[in-house]
């Protein structure tokens, strides 16, 4: 006999939950998803895929071939109906894989097209909002330019005029003096 172990410490006591039925699918899963994350060391089973069901492959070599002889027993059509009907299952299944692969090519396709769709509408796009873009640019150069064209031509016209107010000073005092003495002469 194996000598006794030393004793089991003892396990923790689980506290009691409350019976919660779940009304939805949704609830289902939040209250699996709590139960999950109040132990985090814990791994979490993730099942895996399952494979798909294939049909068994035909024999490659065919021992009891059923001939049309008058002699076939009772339990020859038996096994004539199980032979007929896994080879349809065969035929089904490989119809079903190519309208599958079919359906996977269409969905790729589609998604390329989609995809150079998205592009090109997105290329438009940028071309649009850069054009708007140096259009603002542009706006704002001629602004700036018309604002210095608007100083300078301020700034010529005050020239100007001040430059016309000294003429208009000098021939007034020009006419001024040339009046004078004609007026001066008479008295004396």
């Known amino acids: 006999m194996a000598a006794p172990s030393a004793p089991r410490p003892p396990r923790p006591r689980k506290e009691p939950q ?20 109040k ?3 814990k791994t979490v089973p993730i099942p895996e895929k399952l494979s798909e069901w294939a049909p068994r492959p035909p024999p490659e070599f065919v021992r009891d071939v059923m001939g049309s002889s008058a002699g076939a027993g009772s ?39 989609n995809k150079m769709i998205a592009e090109e509408q997105t290329a438009k796009r940028r071309k649009k909002r850069q054009k708007l873009k140096e259009k603002k ?13 608007k100083e300078s031509d301020q700034s010529q016209e005050q020239q100007s005029s001040e430059e016309e107010a000294d003429d208009t000073k000098e021939e007034e005092e020009k006419d001024d003096d040339a ?5 001066v002469m008479g008295r004396g």
Do not use: C, T
């Open 137 to 149: 640019l542009l706006a704002k150069k001629s602004k700036l330019e018309q604002k210095k064209e």
């Open 39 to 41: 132990n985090p060391d």
């Open 75 to 113: 339990g020859e059509f038996h096994v004539y109906r199980h032979l007929r009907r896994r080879e349809y299952q065969r035929q089904d299944f490989m119809d079903a894989m190519a309208e599958k692969q079919k359906l996977d090519e269409e969905f790729q396709k589609k998604l390329e097209r």
């Open 179 to 183: 009046e004078e003495p004609s007026f």
């Open 18 to 37: 409350p019976l919660v039925i779940p009304r939805s699918a949704a609830e289902e899963q939040r209250l699996r998803l709590e139960r999950l994350m």
